[in-house]
């Protein structure tokens, strides 16, 4: 859970970058096309020399840009992966867990409500917390898992994409039609089990 976690957060991290990398990039270009201006003004002779380092630039640049994207491109395929396989190996435990909470939820207060001895009613809330607890922690795992995807959809509706070449454009958009399923730990894939938050105000709503 950890590691999607993090491979989420580096997928924004390099999300966030590509702004970064056509930044350097037009600032290098003006930067070239100052030098081109001046050799062009002293030495007549280096103009298509000039030119065609321009050019190679340019071409280097779009293909780093390419390469780059497909490698951001894989790297959301393999969060997607490692999201089915973790899906898989919690999706027992986690329905398991989730439902005896509620069960042992349901027990605890009837005893409590059937008992007289102060002990037991002590025994039982103790009890009863601690399950409470446990159920909360492995949710709350749950949901950082929901915020990350959302933050990983937000970084790519973010991304300067509105002025970019075609091949560009093409690329984020294969992203974000990827990050509309939702990122989250589904028992069997049921979205009433989801591992959240909300999932947790409804074993509190049916406790009370």
Known sequence: MYHLKREIQLFCILINEIDDIIYNYLITNKELELQTNLNNQSFNENNNFITESEMNFK????????????????????????????????????????????????????????????????????????????????????????????????????????????????SILMMMIRSTKMLGLKPFGLNGFMLNMNTFSMVNYSLQ
């Not at 071409?59 to 790297?75: G, P, S």
């Not at 393999?78 to 396989?85: A, E, G, P, Q, V």
């Not at 929901?146 to 002025?163: F, K, P, Q, S, T």
């Open 59 to 170: 071409n280097i640049f779009k293909y780093r840009l390419k390469k780059y994207l497909k490698q951001v491109a894989d790297h959301q395929k393999y969060i997607y992966r490692m999201h089915k396989s973790l899906n898989k190996s919690v999706s027992i435990s986690s329905l398991i867990l989730n439902e005896t909470v509620c069960l042992l939820g349901c027990m605890c207060l009837f005893w409590i409500a059937e008992t007289n001895s102060i002990i037991q009613i002590v025994e039982y809330a103790l009890f009863l917390s601690s399950a409470v607890i446990v159920l909360y922690f492995y949710l709350s795992c749950g949901q950082k898992i929901v915020d990350e995807g959302e933050n990983m959809r937000i970084a790519l509706y973010e991304c300067n994409w509105v002025d970019k070449p075609k091949w560009f454009k093409t």
